[in-house]
């Protein structure tokens, strides 16, 4: 019952996202056909939608189910009048339709069809005989009416309100360039941005959300910075920093390596609460229900420090240097304790992948976890083809005990094709011959043996290699005669065998103990020797929140809101400008490469992402349609022959020189113009499909 309300829900939400993109365009042709009017234009059809006529009305001929159409040419034709002559001043040569397919609409002029440059009249009031200085009007005036309806949907929302992000910093990526970033005035702070701090302005301009800075670092210039301002607490002005934002491996987009804040209060169930409860459980937090807010934390047996949102979690571990930390959660006012462990930071590496693209891999000092199988839905296509959550990859293709790394790479080596696998499962060997899809997945979350000591071997561009591993699946038994039963043990071991080398900043030889995978393999002793280097960068490594903790908060929000309409008109307007300017840098970025052409969103793209927006609620989506509107007032006046902007230059050089473009040059430039967009929207459609079925 719960799917079919889920897809009536989806249904229902993509039938507005298309009314209301049909919407915009009626919009956009009202803005030519009264411009048409005004400047004596005579006009054939204002339609909203396509295809033949539901209903139409027409001055002097009143209703009619159906077009008009052959009984006005039948009544010029008693007449002895075309539809080219003077109309008779009794019946309006205009016909108002709803066609079949109420989505979209157009405008038929006298003189004017954008794919037939000849089909032109010489009435008086065609097309081709209104001063050029008005057709500048009317062919400009449906980006005018786009624009205008967007200013005034922008002002209508941050007059009610917008539900987003607020300026504050959630999640600091540790290898981002957010983490790494020097204050214009260094000897102030530490190095970075931290979560928590408050966004005040980007590039000069006020930050009023989370999002401000996200399309800051998008659109950013390839290698410049993004200047940001924030206001951090215990610290009296404004911190400066300038950030270089990267390529993000998830989006392909620039970033700078941050998330949005979180809330403190915990997901709602969502109607599944025995899913709820073992997800809860998997993260530390048994026993807290959906819901609950996290009022305060305890570090060790400290005192207790109150909690705002869920970011400051992450310096509350950070500073724990291992200590256990009780969360204190409010649950309808009774209090709830859950004490949790720090998890052990480890070193990272990003490791070159096939197509030119790089994956981060968790190491220590070159020891590596295997590839496993993470938490899998019984609905998945990895649990269909015989996976099931915790197998480790004892064989993945031609590839024994593989990292993620190495593992993810040789999947989508076999992309399109079958992979034979063998993982261990219980103590169990288990083999199985599964599916690569298109994108190179088989349909699972990889994970790592950080619980175990199983090890594969350091995959390329894993640097600081401290440890040989000849053989791959090699059960790490103990560290400096202690022995170890996961990756935090062997931490910990690590860290109390060079302790002293650590103080004196000079290098230590360790001696472990393993066995191969092979059962029965006798234990077998190595002595490595780490380097100074190597024993300072063992001993810098820190610690976190458990993995996925932060996951379990509710995103922060808050109501972005103007303070009252005389604000709201000013917001409104300087939304729409700046939605404006990012849609043009948008392309300029395309040719500079920062942004891709599987970055941009066609018609299916648009509904889908539109579905998802209208999840948010009906404000949410007003604002989204003031983007589609200002993107397509953009868009139709890009300097392309078929497009409001191809036809303004046309006009223009009429205007200059005294006589039209020459209908050859108009023809070649239309055909051109016609096979770069249907190009465009057929490789923008696929990327389309392909992100929605494929889920890239």
């Known amino acids: 019952m719960s799917q079919i309300l889920a897809i009536a829900s989806t249904a229902f939400d993509l039938l507005l996202v298309v009314v209301g993109f049909g919407l915009i365009i009626v919009v956009h042709e009202l803005g030519h056909f009264l411009a048409a009017r005004w400047a004596g234009i005579r006009v054939f059809a204002f339609a909203v939608g396509f295809g033949p006529a539901f209903m139409s009305y027409r001055k002097g001929l009143g ?20 539809v080219h002559d003077a109309p008779p001043a009794d019946i309006s040569p205009t016909e108002y339709r709803l066609n079949a397919l109420p989505f979209g609409g157009y405008v038929k002029m006298l003189g004017q069809e954008d794919a037939n440059p000849g089909a032109t009249s010489h009435a008086a009031d065609s097309y081709q005989k209104c001063h050029p200085a008005k057709r500048l009007v009317v062919i400009s005036a449906g980006v005018v009416a786009n624009v205008i309806l967007a200013a005034f949907v922008f002002m209508f929302v941050f007059m009610v309100g917008l539900k987003t992000e607020p300026p504050r910093i959630g999640l600091v990526a540790s290898n981002g360039p957010a983490s790494s970033a020097l204050p214009r005035e260094p000897q102030l702070v530490e190095p970075g941005l931290r979560p928590g701090d408050e966004i005040v302005r980007v590039n000069g301009r006020e930050a009023r959300s989370f999002n401000d800075l996200m399309l800051a670092s998008a659109m950013a210039r390839p290698g410049r910075p993004v200047e940001v301002h924030v206001r951090r607490t215990g610290v009296d002005e404004p911190l400066i920093f ?66 705002e949102f869920a970011a400051m979690l992450s310096e509350v571990f950070e500073s724990s240097a291992g200590v256990p930390v009780t969360l204190i959660f409010d649950d309808q006012g009774l209090p709830r304790e859950v004490r949790l462990e720090p998890r052990p930071e480890f070193q990272t590496a990003l490791v070159p992948m ?15 976890p295997v590839m496993t199988v993470g938490p899998l839905e019984p609905d998945s296509r990895g649990y269909a083809q015989g996976l099931r959550a915790g197998d480790v ?20 080596r076999h992309t399109g ?110 002595t490595f020797e780490l380097s100074a280097a190597q024993v300072a960068e063992l001993h810098d490594l820190g610690y976190g929140p458990p993995q996925g903790l932060l996951s379990a908060f509710v995103p922060a929000e808050f109501l972005l809101r103007a303070d009252g309409p005389i604000d709201a008109v000013r917001v409104g307007l300087a939304e729409t400008h700046r939605v404006m300017m990012m849609t043009y840098l ?111």
């Open 63 to 82: 209703w009619r189910r159906g077009s008009s159409e052959g009984d006005y040419r039948a009544l010029l034709a008693d007449r002895g009048l075309s």
């Open 242 to 307: 300038d950030i270089v934002p990267t390529k993000s491996q998830v989006t392909g987009l620039q970033d700078i390596g941050i998330a949005p804040a979180q809330s403190n209060r915990i997901y709602d169930d969502g109607g599944r609460p025995q899913e709820f409860a073992s997800q809860m459980a998997r993260l530390g937090l048994a026993g807290i229900p959906a819901g609950a807010e996290i009022s305060s934390v305890r570090l060790g047996e400290g005192p207790i420090r109150k909690i």
């Open 393 to 412: 990859f004892a064989r993945l293709g031609s590839l024994e005990y593989p990292s993620i790394a190495s593992g993810i790479a040789e999947i989508r």
């Open 586 to 696: 948008t392309f300029a970025r395309l040719f500079q490469g920062s942004v891709k052409v599987e970055h941009l969103k066609g018609p299916v793209g648009i509904a889908h992402l539109g579905t998802r927006v209208a999840d948010r609620g009906i404000i949410w989506l007003l604002f989204f349609m003031a983007l589609i509107s200002v993107n397509l007032a953009v868009v139709n006046f890009l300097p392309l022959p078929i497009v409001d902007g191809g036809q303004f230059l046309f006009i223009i050089y009429e205007w200059v020189r005294g006589k039209p473009v020459p209908e050859a040059v108009q023809g070649i430039a239309t055909v051109a113009g016609l096979l770069l967009i249907g190009a465009a929207f057929l490789i923008i459609t696929f990327n389309d499909i392909r992100n929605v079925f494929i889920g890239l």
């Open 354 to 368: 096939p197509g030119g693209a790089q994956t981060p891999q968790t190491h220590l000092l070159g020891l590596t």
């Open 417 to 526: 094709r079958t992979i034979p696998i063998v993982v261990v499962r219980e103590g169990q060997h288990v083999p199985l011959h599964v599916e690569v899809n298109k994108a190179g997945q088989i349909g699972f979350y990889p994970d790592q043996t950080l619980d175990a000591t199983v090890l594969a071997l350091p995959p390329m561009g894993v640097e600081s290699s401290a440890f040989t591993i000849d053989r791959p699946g090699v059960r790490l038994l103990t560290v400096g005669d202690r022995e170890v039963e996961d990756f935090a043990g062997i931490r910990r071991a690590l860290r109390d065998a060079t302790a002293q080398a650590s103080a004196q900043a000079t290098g230590a030889s360790v001696m472990v103990e393993w066995a191969l995978p092979t059962p029965g393999s006798p234990r077998e002793r190595h």
